[in-house]
């Protein structure tokens, strides 16, 4: 069992920053594949980074590439993502998923292969 929390989100406008943090405890010794996700009213959730606990692997969304960065710090637990040039359509919840005893690889952006969810973040960016 994995218990993630959020924290971070909030309102900003267009071209600011945010930094995203998620905390993760309970079982975290494994490997583990750290994702961020986000769900706009009305959209499909969909996958925005994700991180490999133990190379520090990263992948991410195109249309995220060179804005927003994932990072993690295993002493912590905790992963973050770092939300740069915010964009209004950047408005959505932001949730962390774990995949335990699992790499991240060409699946990383399947929701559905991750076990555990945090209960989100709310991002709002205004132009």
């Known amino acids: 069992q994995v218990q993630l929390v959020e924290s971070g989100g909030g309102s900003v406008q267009a071209g600011g920053s945010l930094r995203l943090s998620c905390a993760a405890s309970?079982?975290?010794?494994?490997?583990?594949?750290m994702g961020w996700f986000r769900q706009a009213p009305g959209k499909e959730r969909e996958g925005v980074a994700s991180?490999?606990?133990?190379?520090?692997?990263?992948y991410y969304a195109d249309s995220e590439k060179g804005r927003f960065t994932i990072s993690q710090d295993n002493a912590k637990n905790t992963v973050y993502l770092q939300m740069n040039s915010l964009k209004p359509e950047d408005t959505a919840m932001y949730y962390c998923?774990?995949?335990?005893?699992?790499?991240?690889?060409?699946?990383?952006?399947?929701?559905?292969?991750?076990?555990?969810w945090g209960q989100g973040t709310q991002v709002t960016v205004s132009s």
């Open positions: 309970g079982d975290t010794y494994g490997s583990r594949c």
């Open positions: 991180v490999y606990s133990i190379t520090g692997s990263t």
């Open positions: 998923a774990a995949r335990l005893y699992s790499g991240c690889g060409g699946s990383w952006s399947r929701s559905w292969e991750y076990n555990y």
